[in-house]
């Protein structure tokens, strides 16, 4: 298939490109970008005018929910999701039922994936059998399955001693271990920042140094091992913090946040809104603002959506009680279009944090525009506004903060290896 985009402002984030071009497909590639190929003819033309062509969006934290949680949504609907949010590269955490520690499971999520033709799906392994913090998993079968990375999840690990040989087993093969730091104990029973929120609310707490504490390991064992992490869903001023003095201090250490804590903060909970119930927890405005300082500096590397779809039984309960998460898949875009506007960033840059700079912490080739790239593009209107709503949302999972509310940046397109797998 050939497909010509015509009249598009093409951004390319890496290459610094920002500009009116054509871009010419052919075979699964980007073969040009301004003049068309000698003899090119294609089989189809997408007029762009008007709308901006980018790289296919790379989202570090999407649940897919297969294999254990179809009842909350499956890998159809949430890879028709992903699709229809311009994300064409996504990371799986590995915190399904079973957890990802077997290569067979790695594997049938990888064909079952591949089957659907749809976004590219690179699973995170879980560093310890059955995310149980115990026992190592096979890290070097799992990369052979095809794991990028390994994770706890959202599981504690409160074992030290096995944190650390898991960094040391790691750095020896150069596996990247992505944790998010939350100190066990001090979160124990909590499921609000330690605030005024929860305080007029009666709900228990999770202070800030709950994710200090737990940053503070993670940073010591990785300067004494050497190890490559990536630091998921910092939540704080000081989290942010400290990630920029160990960047200054030569620590391999990278780090996000996801897309809801860019704009939303405790105060957002109004009457318990389970919506709002998330993990980590939402903080305080101050926090909320050094997280969105640090996107625009680069302290924080990128943003995700944490796409965790959740039953309405499991969510419409007590704030206390409600499952935590928010599916997130189709609004990283526009929510990232919304942070970078009222940052009053270019473009380019804010969409940096979503293409080029999420598919460098992966280590795929992916998030770029270049002739003899794989054709993975994102066509989307950056004026048009949509409403957040249970019916505009593709993913099965309609838990989101944001329902009821206008967001600007509209998909029209979804090209993966030059296919189209969604058109809006």
Request: some cysteine.
């Amino acid at each position: 298939m050939k497909i010509h985009i015509k009249n598009g402002r093409v951004i390319d984030p890496a290459s610094g490109t920002d500009a009116g071009r054509d871009v010419f497909i052919a075979a699964g590639k980007i073969v040009a970008i301004g003049f068309a190929p000698n003899g090119y003819s294609a089989n189809r033309t997408i007029d762009a005018g008007g709308l901006v062509v980018c790289p296919g969006l790379v989202d570090l934290a999407v649940r897919l929910r297969e294999p254990g949680f179809e009842y909350m949504a499956t890998l159809e609907s949430e890879m028709d999701a992903a699709a229809a949010g311009g994300v064409t590269s996504l990371a799986c955490p590995p915190d399904t039922d079973p957890p990802l520690d077997e290569p067979g499971l790695v594997e049938m999520l990888k064909f079952r994936a591949k089957n659907l033709n749809q976004a590219r799906v690179y699973p995170v392994g879980a560093l310890t059998l059955g995310l149980k913090g115990t026992h190592l998993t096979e890290m070097a079968e799992l990369t052979d399955a095809g794991c990028v990375a390994f994770s706890h999840a959202d599981a504690p690990l409160t074992d030290t001693q096995l944190l650390l040989r898991a960094m040391q087993y790691a750095a020896t093969f150069d596996f990247p271990v992505w944790l998010r730091p939350q100190d066990a104990g001090l979160s124990r029973g909590g499921v609000a920042h330690d605030g005024q929120v929860a305080t007029r609310l009666g709900l228990a707490a999770i202070p800030v140094c709950a994710e200090t504490v737990a940053l503070s390991a993670i940073l010591l064992l990785a300067r004494e091992t050497g190890a490559r992490i990536h630091l998921c869903r910092l939540s704080s001023a000081e989290g942010v913090d400290m990630v920029r003095q160990a960047k200054h201090l030569g620590l391999k250490v990278t780090c996000d946040i996801a897309i809801h804590h860019a704009h939303l903060s405790e105060m957002d909970i109004g009457y318990f809104d389970p919506n709002c119930h998330l993990t980590p927890p939402l903080r305080s405005q101050r926090d909320r603002d050094a997280l969105r300082a640090a996107l625009a500096d680069g302290a924080v590397d990128a943003l995700c959506s944490d796409h965790t779809p959740v039953d309405d039984d499991a969510k419409q309960l007590p704030f206390a009680e409600a499952e935590t998460g928010a599916t997130g898949v189709e609004l990283l875009l526009p929510l990232t279009l919304k942070w970078a506007e009222e940052s009053r960033l270019p473009l380019a840059q804010g969409l940096a944090r979503i293409t080029s700079d999420p598919a460098r912490i992966l280590g795929i080739d992916a998030g770029r525009l270049l002739p003899g790239a794989s054709a993975d593009i994102c066509v989307f209107d950056p004026e048009r506004y949509w409403k957040v709503e249970p019916k505009a949302l593709k993913s099965q999972g309609k838990n989101t903060p944001f329902t009821g509310v206008e967001v600007k940046g509209n998909v029209r397109y979804t090209l993966v290896e030059g296919q189209v797998v969604y058109e809006g």
